[in-house]
């Protein structure tokens, strides 16, 4: 059911599309009026939310991609127009998961692969992206970045060092595609909580005593707190808003994951 129409005749495009911050962010457009197409290496995962978002009265469709593979991001670009007839925002959700370590202890493979995900896959997805926002006449491009972009923590480098990179790309290519009428920007979300991160320490709860100090409010974000700020982004709510990085931290890096003693 539509609660808006802050996106109406908008199409977006998300990578990773299958996953739980993407899946919310895709909810929060339909409602809003757009249509969406979800793109993820697990099909399956990316076909029950589009599902969802249709039983919802939504227009959603769902195709595989690696995005670190061009031809696989080529193509769900080019499904997109197909399904909806034109691409008009584009949300860089797909992310690799990397053990902790350090440049000693990691694989050279664990490396190699949070950079072809986090990093060379958005390059992808706006690659074959951008021409088809400036044909529909301009858009918004969300690069899903973290506040680990911006704080070294010991044992993160792959997924800290891409996400700061990303940041960086994103300010190269607001200045590349501002003329074509094209916003990019970054988001940046503190510790999301979702089911495979709640796994990691039993529960939403346990989650949260142990990492919600690392935040002023003293808590994790929520899936839907992250989708409505890519919400904020993708609309002409942000209509002046491009190369920025927009921190939903819940002011970890303020404090820069130290509160009360806590510390990451």
């Not at 050279?108 to 006449?137: D, Q, T």
């Not at 301009?138 to 923590?153: D, H, M, P």
């Amino acid at each position: 059911m539509r609660s808006g129409d802050q996106l109406a005749g908008r199409v977006a495009l998300i990578s990773g599309g299958g996953g739980e911050i993407a899946g919310a962010i895709a909810r929060q457009f339909v409602l809003q009026g757009a249509a969406v197409f979800l793109a993820d290496d697990r099909p399956e995962a990316a076909e029950a939310t589009a599902q969802a978002l249709r039983d919802l009265g939504g227009q959603a469709e769902a195709g595989i991609c690696d995005v670190s593979k061009p031809q696989d991001v080529e193509a769900a670009v080019h499904a997109a127009v197909a399904a909806f007839g034109k691409l008009t925002t584009l949300v860089n959700t797909a992310a690799a998961t990397t053990p902790d370590g350090t440049c000693e202890t990691l694989p050279f493979e664990e490396w190699n692969k949070a950079l072809a995900v986090n990093l060379s896959g958005a390059f992808l997805m706006c690659k074959y992206a951008v021409p088809e926002i400036r044909k529909a006449g301009g858009g918004s491009i969300i690069n899903i970045a973290s506040q680990l972009g911006q704080v070294g923590v010991p044992g993160r480098a792959p997924y800290s060092s891409t996400k700061a990179a990303l940041i960086q790309l994103t300010q190269c290519q607001a200045g590349d595609h501002a003329a074509d009428g094209i916003r990019v920007n970054s988001l940046s979300p503190g510790v999301v909580s979702t089911s495979r991160s709640q796994r990691r320490f039993g529960s939403a709860e346990a989650q949260n005593r142990l990492r919600g100090p690392w935040h002023l409010l003293n808590r994790c974000a929520s899936v839907d707190e992250i989708a409505s700020a890519a919400l904020f982004l993708a609309s002409d709510d942000s209509s002046f808003v491009t190369g920025t990085d927009l921190l939903v931290d819940g002011g970890y890096l303020a404090f820069k994951g130290s509160i009360g003693g806590a510390n990451c």
